[in-house]
């Protein structure tokens, strides 16, 4: 067995990565826990707004760094227990980030929720995300069923 004393839980604002965050905050323990909670920004929705006239490239993927920054703060505030939060936002593909967090800030494992805001074509067809993280991580990944 080994010990949780820090763990990174990756969160794209659903109700399973909101869930997963829940469960963190119980499995995280030792004598200074700690959570990273990572959002991942998808440069794709950019191109995609702004193809749509939704603005400028840019401009977009500035609001949803803000956005995701202040939701992640929320959620960090929200953690009644004595357990350092850190808030990340990233920008990229998304498993991708995510494996690159958990080596980044060395995390004891990834704790991430099965099935979050994804398309499920995209899911069918490329696999979901959490699948990606445990194909490509290096450290251990804990998968919550949804519900």
Known sequence: ???LNEVLVPVD???ASRAAFARALTLVGG???AIVLQHVIDP???DLAEAYGLGARGEILVRMRERAASELEEMA???AMPVQVTPVVSEGIPFYEIVSRAEEFDVDAVIIGRSG???RAEALFFGSTAERVVRACTRPVI???QG
């Open 143 to 145: 998968v919550l069923p």
């Open 13 to 15: 604002f659903s109700d």
């Open 1 to 3: 067995m080994f010990d």
């Open 117 to 119: 805001m994804q398309n």
């Open 44 to 46: 794709s929705f950019a």
């Open 31 to 33: 004598d200074a826990p």
């Open 77 to 79: 505030a929200s953690a």
